[in-house]
T-cell receptor, first 111, second 112 residues
Framework: DAKTTQPPSMDCAEGRAANLPCNHS???????VYWYRQIHSQGPQYIIHGLKNNETNEMASLIITEDRKSSTLILPHATLRDTAVYYC????????????FGGGTRLMVKP | DAGVIQSPRHEVTEMGQEVTLRCKPISGHDYLFWYRQTMMRGLELLIYFNNNVPIDDSGMPEDRFSAKMPNASFSTLKIQPSEPRDSAVYFC??????????FGSGTRLTVV
C-alpha cells in the first residue's frame, strides 16, 4: 500500500536544477514529508523534511503544495555527485516512527 | 562523531552457518533500526529498538533471524542458520527523534 508515488527515473544536466516530484495524495494531517537519497553502495542519507511550509537547507529545497498532496525536492545546481536514488516518504514526526521506503526516483546527472 | 558504525562491511558465508552483524549507533540516539535491502524487495525494515528494548519486530522474516541490543552502544543481528536467500545488504540506522535517521554504511552479506 504505497503512500507516495515517484517517477522511477529522471535525468538532469550538470549545473542545472533537478526537480524531483512526489505524489502523496492520501497524506494525513500529522504526517511529514521526508526526503532521503542513496548514493550507490552507501546507506540512505537524510536530505530534508517538512510539514506544510516550504523548507530549505544546505542540500536542497522542499516545496509542498498548499493541499499537501504533492511535493517537489529541488537540487538547485545538480552535480555528478548528486546521482543517486531519491526517496520521498510520508510519516508522522514522532520519535520512533518507522520509515517505509518505496522504490524512489533514480536521478542521473549527466555532464 | 563517527556516525553509525557497522561491521563487517562484507561477509561471505556458507549456507547453514551462523552470521552475526554488528552495529554501533550514534551516542545519544535512543532509536535503532535494522533494514535489509535487495534488488527485488528494496529497503525493508526488519526490527527497531527504543532504549535498548525491541519495539516492533514484525519485519523479521523468520525465526532464523534474531536481534539484540544489550546496551545503548551496541546491537547485533544474527541469522542462524543462514540461507542463500538471506544474501542482501543489511543497514543499521539510529535516530534521536522523528524521522531523521542516520544510516551506517551497511554489511553486504553473501550466503553461498
Amino acid at each position: 500500500d504505497a503512500k507516495t508515488t515517484q517517477p522511477p527515473s529522471m535525468d538532469c544536466a550538470e549545473g542545472r536544477a533537478a526537480n524531483l516530484p512526489c505524489n502523496h495524495s492520501t497524506i494525513s494531517g500529522n504526517e511529514y514529508v521526508y526526503w532521503y537519497r542513496q548514493i550507490h553502495s552507501q546507506g540512505p542519507q537524510y536530505i530534508i523534511h517538512g510539514l506544510k511550509n516550504n523548507e530549505t537547507n544546505e542540500m536542497a529545497s522542499l516545496i509542498i503544495t498548499e493541499d499537501r498532496k504533492s511535493s517537489t525536492l529541488i537540487l538547485p545546481h545538480a552535480t555528478l555527485r548528486d546521482t543517486a536514488v531519491y526517496y520521498c516518504i510520508v510519516s508522522p514526526n514522532n520519535a520512533g516512527n518507522m520509515l517505509t521506503f518505496g522504490g524512489g526516483t533514480r536521478l542521473m546527472v549527466k555532464p | 562523531d563517527a556516525g553509525v558504525i557497522q561491521s563487517p562491511r562484507h561477509e561471505v558465508t556458507e549456507m547453514g552457518q551462523e552470521v552475526t552483524l554488528r552495529c554501533k549507533p550514534i551516542s545519544g540516539h535512543d532509536y535503532l533500526f535494522w533494514y535489509r535491502q535487495t534488488m527485488m524487495r528494496g529497503l525493508e525494515l526488519l526490527i527497531y529498538f527504543n532504549n535498548n528494548v525491541p519495539i516492533d519486530d514484525s519485519g523479521m522474516p523468520e525465526d532464523r533471524f534474531s536481534a539484540k541490543m544489550p546496551n545503548a552502544s551496541f546491537s547485533t543481528l544474527k541469522i542462524q542458520p543462514s540461507e542463500p536467500r538471506d544474501s542482501a545488504v543489511y543497514f543499521c540506522a539510529s535516530s534521536a527523534s522523528g524521522g531523521r535517521y542516520t544510516f551506517g554504511s551497511g554489511t553486504r552479506l553473501t550466503v553461498v
